[in-house]
């Protein structure tokens, strides 16, 4: 499969990319290096020896997307691309909600559009909210405590 990373030159991005790639995938990077640096990129093929194509964007962007999902076939999307910071948040809440929760819609339009059916959308233990670890999937979720973790609810 040819797999679509977003914020995949960041640290969960990348250690995924490296693992997709000894798995035997495709990948394809997108990022806009807010939280990570374009070395990454070398880094992951150094490791792997496979230098994935990289894109680097905003998943906002609708002219970037277009571009990425007209050159590439892209069969799944694993989206890591989002602001992460709690207190950076709450600060800032407006670029968090712009940025998490657009990127996620514009990401499933595209996936209608080109008929990808496997999205995988990284979320956060924030949406459980004030609950004792461990925390389970299987848990209810609770009110969100920050707009960080609204934006993955």
């Keep these: 499969m040819k797999i679509l990373v977003t914020g995949g030159t960041g640290f969960i991005g990348s250690h995924t990319v490296v693992g997709l790639i000894g798995s035997g995938h495709d990948v394809v990077i997108a990022d806009n290096l807010i939280n990570s640096k374009q070395e990454v990129v070398d880094r992951i093929c150094k490791i792997s020896g496979v230098k994935p194509p990289f894109y680097n964007m905003d998943v906002t962007d609708e002219k970037m997307r277009e571009k990425l999902f007209e050159e590439q076939s892209i069969d799944g999307i694993i989206h890591f691309a989002g602001l992460k910071a709690v207190g950076e948040s709450v600060s800032r809440p407006l670029d968090y909600y712009y940025n998490n929760i657009l990127s996620t819609i514009a990401l499933s339009r595209m996936s209608l559009v080109h008929g990808v059916n496997k999205f995988v959308f990284s979320s956060s233990a924030t949406v459980y909210g004030e609950q004792p670890s461990p925390l389970r ?17």
């Design 137 to 153: 999937e299987d848990m209810e979720l609770k009110p969100a405590t920050n707009p960080y973790a609204e934006t993955k609810v």
